[in-house]
Structures are given as C-alpha cells and as structure tokens.
C-alpha cells in the first residue's frame, strides 16, 4: 500500500507507537500494546527485531531500500519522501500519525547515532506543532517530554527517579512540588542552563508552567 492509499485504510490511531532509525535498537517500554505502528526509515528493522508488526513507513529510505520492506511485508504503507526534504523521518511520521487522527504518540529511539539527530529528536517535541500534543519519547530507561503553561507532567510510576528540567526560552518560568529541590514562579531559569540538572523525584510531583517552554528528562535511579 502506499501513501496515497492511507485515508481510505483502516489504520487505528488509538494507541500510536512511532519507532525511530538510528545505529542503535530500541527497547520497548512498559507501555499498553500499540495499535498503529509508524516505522521512521530503519525503525522498521528495529520494530521487527522487537517483534512488532509495522504498519506504515515514512521516510526517504537512504538507510532502508522500499523494496525490502515491499518484500518482507507487501502489505504495509509506505509513504516516500525525496532525500532532499525539509524535514527528519521521525518528524515525517510523526507529521503522519496525526494526519490519521492520533491523540497521543509514544516514541521509541536506541539514541546513540549522530549527536544532531539526537539533539533535534529531541527538541522536537517542543516546537510549535508538538508542543501542545501529548508526546512521550522513551529512549533506554528515560522518559522525555515536552511542557508548555497548562500542561501536567502526566507519567506513571516516577517516584524515586531522577528528574533533570531543561529551559528553552528566556522567559520560562515553572513552579514544581515534590522534587528534592523545587522551583517557584519568581526563580530565574535561564535557557539552556544546568539549573534544572540531576534533581529527584521525592513525592507524586507537580509541574505548573506559567511562561514558556521545557524539556523533562525523567530517568531511573539507576541510571
């Protein structure tokens, strides 16, 4: 099947697991079996040695030939993009999974790989079009997601764990309970700075953003 056939398919976008490419396979999270999953070019040989079944795949296939993925499995979506594209794959797919209705995504990546796609990886549940949208990349044992004002930090079972909070904007301020050292609305948190490293997660926390954006690393004890 091919891209121009997914709004006429039964894709069910319940529960969307995105797997992203990169050196390194994933490990798959504790998280409700997926009922749409979207493979980021060579996230389709890492879903496979997980032993998902893949249901579409969004790339330009520079790492991952179409033809090998038509041959393994001739029944999943395929939605090619040129090698000279504006954005990433995982960007594409996610750009995907809410074409066809997703309400939350989970995303899975090994990390590792180039320190550029990493860094963009992960900003990109902050940008403009992410922000706002329930997005959870699992990489390892951590958890990453992104925050803007009125919006929770809305885990499971992450008391006991490390929590590191990184500002994006000059103007961020967040207010948080339950971490070792928290932060108030009136603390100066600048972007990019290491305020907000290494802190602990003592009891069920709260983080209130009142002004701009953050990313929050949530990672075992551990770790």
Same mark, same amino acid.
């Given at each position: 099947?091919?891209? !121009?056939?997914?709004?006429? =398919?039964?894709?069910?976008? *319940?529960?969307? /697991?995105?797997?992203? %490419? ?15 999953? &979207?493979? $980021?070019?060579?996230? @389709?040989?890492?879903?496979?040695? /997980?032993?998902? =079944? ?6 330009? @296939?520079? =790492? ?8 393994i499995d ?16 995982? $960007?594409?797919?996610?750009? @995907? $999974?809410?074409?066809?209705? !997703? ?6 990546? +090994? ?14 549940? !902050?940008?403009?079009?992410?922000? *706002? ?12 997601? $992104?925050? +803007? ?13 490390? &929590? ?13 309970? %339950? ?8 603390? *100066? @948190? ?6 907000? /490293?290494?802190?602990?997660?003592l009891d069920?926390?709260? /983080? ?8 929050? &690393?949530?990672? =075992?004890p551990d770790?």
């Amino acid at each position: 099947m091919t891209c !121009a056939d997914f709004g006429k =398919s039964s894709l069910d976008p *319940s529960r969307v /697991l995105v797997v992203d %490419g990169g050196p390194n396979s994933p490990v798959m999270p504790s998280i409700p079996s997926p009922t749409l999953v &979207i493979a $980021a070019d060579k996230g @389709f040989e890492h879903a496979r040695a /997980l032993g998902l =079944s893949v249901d579409v795949v969004v790339g330009d @296939f520079d =790492s991952l030939s179409s033809e090998q993925v038509e041959n393994i499995d001739p029944g999943v979506t395929l939605e090619r993009h040129d090698v000279d594209k504006d954005e990433s794959d995982l $960007a594409l797919a996610i750009n @995907f $999974a809410y074409r066809v209705g !997703a309400e939350h995504i989970d995303i899975i990546t +090994g990390g590792s790989g180039r320190l550029d796609h990493l860094l963009v990886g992960s900003l990109l549940l !902050a940008n403009s079009e992410n922000l *706002s949208r329930s997005i959870v990349t699992h990489c390892g044992s951590s958890r990453v997601v $992104a925050l +803007g004002p009125g919006q929770s930090l809305n885990l499971e079972n992450i008391v006991g764990c490390r &929590i590191s909070l990184i500002s994006l904007e000059a103007n961020t301020r967040v207010r948080t309970q %339950g971490l070792k050292w928290n932060l108030d609305l009136t603390d *100066s @948190f600048p972007p990019f700075s290491s305020l907000g /490293l290494s802190n602990q997660i003592l009891d069920l926390p709260t /983080l209130e953003v009142t002004q701009g954006s953050l990313l929050a &690393i949530i990672s =075992s004890p551990d770790d």
